[in-house]
């Protein structure tokens, strides 16, 4: 992060932290709740962008997706889940093998720690099946509470709060909260929004924070929730070059901009 990242960062907090002191936490959720229905209505077709079959295969995506881009996983998952298919052939897998399949997604090596110790796991506690419980997915190596909100609310349907780098950085620039941990960013979310929408706001703000609302300098200019935003203004202001900067986004680009 750059040291005009960082100022920028610093600059929205403090605009919206002082927009928060007068907003009372009735005015907060409705607002919170209004912009989550601009959102709705901006990006439709939010979803979870790793492609998928089962429970599993979304399990093992979402642990190669740490530090690598959605496309780059949607590459690697079809060799990979082809040639593992259940949680027996992880547990049993071959780790110089398992490791050139996804060495790619970096972090190769943890991540095969991770994929071989999961499968283990589901083979060895849960009859090979992913549990449907939060604390019973916390239990398995490797998996946060990240990974485990995204399995529940997109393969199981039970919502919840995936709390990513850019789920954070957009409720904290959109003034529903000023923490910087996932666990207490998630908590906030969760009491401002109804519990039916705490899955789809998730792929909301993300796609919002993939397409518009980057990291390094955000889109103000055209961003069409700038006027519930306590932060417009710290990115481009100009619309022409700001709609240039949405319009150069890379579908299933992750990494931020």
Same mark, same amino acid.
């Given at each position: 992060? #750059?040291?005009?990242?960082?100022?920028?960062?610093?600059?929205?907090?403090?605009?919206? @932290?002082?927009?928060?002191?007068?907003?009372?936490?009735?005015? $907060?959720?409705?607002?919170?709740?209004?912009?989550?229905?601009? =959102?709705?209505? =901006?990006?439709?077709?939010?979803?979870?962008?790793?492609?998928?079959? #089962?429970?599993?295969?979304? $399990?093992?995506?979402?642990?190669?997706?740490?530090?690598? @881009?959605?496309?780059?996983?949607?590459?690697? #998952?079809?060799?990979?889940?082809?040639?593992?298919?259940?949680? /027996?052939?992880?547990?049993?897998?071959? /780790?110089?093998? %398992?490791?050139?399949?996804? /060495?790619?997604?970096?972090?190769?090596?943890?991540?095969?720690?991770? =994929?071989?110790?999961?499968?283990?796991? =589901?083979?060895?506690?849960?009859?090979?099946?992913?549990?449907?419980? %939060?604390?019973?997915? %916390?239990?398995?190596?490797?998996?946060?509470?990240? #990974?485990?909100? !995204?399995?529940?609310?997109?393969?199981?349907?039970?919502? +919840?709060? @995936?709390?990513?780098?850019?789920?954070?950085?957009?409720?904290?620039?959109?003034?529903?909260?000023?923490?910087?941990?996932?666990?207490?960013?998630?908590?906030?979310?969760?009491?401002?929004?109804?519990?039916?929408?705490? @899955?789809? !706001?998730?792929?909301?703000?993300?796609?919002?924070?993939?397409?518009?609302?980057?990291?390094?300098?955000?889109?103000?200019?055209?961003?069409?929730?700038?006027?519930?935003?306590?932060?417009? +203004?710290?990115?481009?202001?100009?619309?022409?070059?700001?709609?240039?900067?949405?319009?150069?986004?890379?579908?299933?680009?992750?990494?931020?901009?």
């Amino acid at each position: 992060m #750059t040291s005009d990242t960082r100022t920028g960062e610093r600059t929205a907090l403090r605009t919206a @932290t002082k927009a928060a002191r007068v907003e009372t936490p009735i005015a $907060l959720t409705r607002r919170a709740r209004r912009i989550n229905r601009e =959102l709705a209505e =901006l990006y439709p077709d939010a979803r979870c962008e790793l492609v998928y079959r #089962t429970p599993l295969e979304l $399990l093992v995506a979402t642990v190669l997706s740490a530090k690598c @881009t959605d496309q780059r996983v949607n590459l690697v #998952t079809p060799e990979l889940f082809a040639t593992y298919p259940d949680a /027996r052939a992880y547990a049993e897998a071959d /780790r110089a093998e %398992l490791e050139n399949i996804i /060495r790619s997604t970096g972090f190769f090596r943890a991540k095969a720690d991770a =994929l071989l110790g999961i499968g283990a796991a =589901l083979f060895e506690r849960f009859d090979s099946e992913v549990p449907r419980r %939060l604390e019973h997915l %916390l239990t398995l190596p490797g998996v946060g509470r990240k #990974t485990a909100n !995204v399995v529940l609310g997109n393969a199981f349907g039970i919502p +919840g709060i @995936t709390v990513d780098t850019h789920v954070g950085r957009l409720a904290r620039r959109l003034g529903w909260t000023q923490e910087d941990d996932p666990v207490r960013v998630e908590s906030a979310l969760a009491a401002l929004l109804e519990r039916k929408e705490w @899955t789809p !706001v998730s792929h909301r703000l993300i796609f919002h924070g993939r397409r518009a609302c980057f990291a390094r300098r955000p889109a103000c200019g055209a961003c069409q929730i700038r006027q519930s935003c306590p932060s417009n +203004g710290i990115g481009e202001q100009d619309p022409e070059i700001a709609q240039g900067m949405i319009d150069r986004v890379v579908p299933g680009d992750v990494s931020g901009r």
